[in-house]
Structures are given as structure tokens and as C-alpha cells.
């Protein structure tokens, strides 16, 4: 269970065999984290560029997604709507990828800093705490292993990487995108209008290219969803469309969600 493998981690399996994923942001505790796998979900997102998640949490949400088959996506600190490149967020994102984690997402601002981030698939320090191999004649086994377990996964929300999405999606090595939904709608002029034409045009087009590729698209529903089924329907909408990964947003925000429902139904 310690190195993803089709056979133990649901988002690469999913990806593998075409089957919808959903994936749950965790922005706490690594009990979180079980609760999301057990009941069923494939993926959870552990965001340290807005939350308070240090290498430690990390390291433990990573653990508890083990035992219940998600897999951890860790989404590294970067700032892609200032000028350059942040050469720390591949060295982060290494780290995230050491801890054992399947994939990692960062905000990029061009195709280039993708290009440098997907060499990463080839790096050798997973879970470098442990023994992985014993002998050089090992090694290509286990760096064979490590690249068909390593997801690194471009979120577009910047200009710099919508106005390269096309070049970013033939990169080889890239299996999914990120469209992030909130800054992409801003982008393109309708503000938190998560399903508005314009961007499912978006949306419909990034599908076709990144299937051309054998890539796949990943785009989050949003802030305004009233309720769990219009959550469900909306979804549904997205695989519909062709989305492989629907972010479902925060955890956290799903069980302020719920207690609002339930105080306001019982007491007023």
C-alpha cells in the first residue's frame, strides 16, 4: 500500500480504465481523509498554497489515505499570476511526491514550467525512509514503478497557462489537468459562473484536446451549490461532459453545509 499502484489507488485505476473520479479537498485533519475514502470517494486534495497544512499534516493525511484506497493529491504553495518562474515549487513538489503522495497539482503560469515539472516522474526519492531497493541491478524495476505511480497534475487558473492549455496538454507524461473553476471563470469574464456557456465551451474543447493526447480533464464545481443534490446533478453534468475528476470542493465546507441545514430545520 505504500507505493500507488493501479491495483491499490483508485485515481490511477479510474484514470486507467476510464472510469469518473470525484475528489474531495481536505483542508484540516488527516481524519478527514478517512472519512472521504470510506465513504467511497477516489481522490482527496490536500491544498498548502491557501491552508495551513505543513510537511508534518501532510505526511499524515498522506498515511491515512493508505488505509482506505484514495489517493492524495498535494496541491504545493505557488503564485502563477505574478511575473516568472518559482523554482521552489518543483523542489516542494518533489517533497510532496517523497512523503508518498500520487499526485501533485500546481498552479502553473506557462507550458515551459510543465515541462519542468513532469521530470519529476523520473525522480527516485519516493519514500526515501524506506529501503525500496537493494541492489543497482533493482533500480529499473523500482524507477519503472515509481513513474507508472506518479501523477503530476497542471492546475490552470493563470492567463500565462489558459492562453498554453493546448501545448500543455501534449506534453508527454501529463495524464490530467486542472481547470481551476474560480479563477478560470474570472479569466474569461463571468465571474464564479461555474457552468455559464462560455466556459463550458472551455471545458467541452480542453476535453477533445486532452483526449487527442491520452490525457484527461479535471474541473471543480463551485461555491454556489444550494444543496447535496444539485452538488450530485452537477457532477453528473461534468462526467456527462467528459470531465474525468470533479472537484467537489472542501470537506470543511460540506459539513458547515450540513449543520446550517439541520439547525435552520430544527430550530430556525
Same mark, same amino acid.
Given at each position: 500500500?505504500?507505493?500507488?499502484?493501479?491495483?491499490?489507488?483508485?485515481?490511477?485505476?479510474?484514470?486507467?480504465? &476510464?472510469?469518473?473520479?470525484?475528489?474531495?479537498?481536505?483542508?484540516?485533519?488527516?481524519?478527514?481523509?478517512?472519512?472521504?475514502?470510506?465513504?467511497?470517494?477516489?481522490?482527496?486534495?490536500?491544498?498548502?498554497?491557501?491552508?495551513?497544512?505543513?510537511?508534518?499534516?501532510?505526511?499524515?493525511?498522506?498515511?491515512?489515505?493508505?488505509? *482506505? &484506497?484514495?489517493?492524495?493529491?498535494?496541491?504545493?504553495?505557488?503564485?502563477?499570476?505574478?511575473?516568472?518562474?518559482?523554482?521552489?515549487?518543483?523542489?516542494?513538489?518533489?517533497?510532496?511526491?517523497?512523503?508518498?503522495? *500520487?499526485?501533485?497539482?500546481?498552479?502553473?503560469?506557462?507550458?515551459?514550467?510543465?515541462?519542468?515539472?513532469?521530470?519529476?516522474?523520473?525522480?527516485?526519492?519516493?519514500?526515501?525512509?524506506?529501503?525500496?531497493?537493494? *541492489?543497482?541491478? !533493482?533500480?529499473?524495476?523500482?524507477?519503472?514503478?515509481?513513474?507508472?505511480? *506518479?501523477?503530476?497534475?497542471?492546475?490552470?487558473?493563470?492567463?500565462?497557462?489558459?492562453?498554453?492549455?493546448? !501545448?500543455?496538454?501534449?506534453?508527454?507524461?501529463?495524464?490530467?489537468?486542472?481547470?481551476?473553476?474560480?479563477?478560470?471563470?474570472?479569466?474569461?469574464?463571468?465571474?464564479?459562473?461555474?457552468?455559464?456557456?462560455?466556459?463550458?465551451?472551455?471545458?467541452?474543447?480542453?476535453?477533445?484536446?486532452?483526449?487527442?493526447?491520452?490525457?484527461?480533464?479535471?474541473?471543480?464545481? &463551485?461555491?454556489?451549490?444550494?444543496?447535496?443534490?444539485?452538488?450530485?446533478?452537477?457532477?453528473?453534468?461534468?462526467?456527462?461532459?467528459?470531465?474525468?475528476?470533479?472537484?467537489?470542493?472542501?470537506?470543511?465546507?460540506?459539513?458547515?453545509?450540513?449543520?446550517?441545514?439541520?439547525?435552520?430545520?430544527?430550530?430556525?
Amino acid at each position: 500500500m505504500l507505493f500507488p499502484t493501479e491495483e491499490t489507488d483508485r485515481l490511477l485505476a479510474n484514470l486507467k480504465s &476510464g472510469k469518473p473520479s470525484l475528489c474531495a479537498y481536505v483542508f484540516s485533519h488527516p481524519n478527514m481523509v478517512e472519512v472521504a475514502g470510506i465513504a467511497g470517494i477516489d481522490c482527496f486534495m490536500a491544498d498548502m498554497m491557501f491552508t495551513a497544512h505543513d510537511w508534518d499534516n501532510i505526511a499524515h493525511l498522506v498515511r491515512a489515505a493508505r488505509g *482506505t &484506497g484514495i489517493s492524495p493529491m498535494i496541491r504545493v504553495q505557488s503564485f502563477p499570476w505574478a511575473e516568472g518562474t518559482d523554482r521552489r515549487t518543483i523542489s516542494d513538489a518533489a517533497r510532496a511526491l517523497s512523503l508518498g503522495a *500520487t499526485a501533485v497539482t500546481v498552479s502553473v503560469g506557462s507550458a515551459q514550467e510543465v515541462r519542468d515539472l513532469v521530470e519529476l516522474k523520473d525522480d527516485w526519492h519516493r519514500q526515501i525512509h524506506l529501503r525500496r531497493f537493494w *541492489t543497482a541491478e !533493482e533500480f529499473p524495476e523500482y524507477a519503472a514503478k515509481v513513474r507508472a505511480g *506518479t501523477l503530476i497534475v497542471p492546475t490552470v487558473e493563470s492567463e500565462g497557462a489558459l492562453n498554453e492549455l493546448d !501545448e500543455i496538454l501534449a506534453i508527454d507524461g501529463i495524464e490530467l489537468v486542472w481547470l481551476a473553476a474560480g479563477d478560470v471563470t474570472k479569466i474569461l469574464g463571468v465571474p464564479f459562473k461555474y457552468e455559464d456557456p462560455k466556459v463550458m465551451r472551455l471545458v467541452e474543447g480542453a476535453v477533445k484536446t486532452a483526449e487527442k493526447n491520452g490525457a484527461a480533464i479535471m474541473y471543480n464545481m &463551485g461555491l454556489d451549490s444550494p444543496d447535496f443534490d444539485s452538488m450530485a446533478a452537477a457532477a453528473k453534468r461534468l462526467f456527462d461532459l467528459g470531465v474525468r475528476v470533479v472537484g467537489l470542493g472542501a470537506m470543511e465546507w460540506h459539513m458547515q453545509m450540513a449543520l446550517e441545514h439541520i439547525r435552520k430545520n430544527s430550530i430556525g
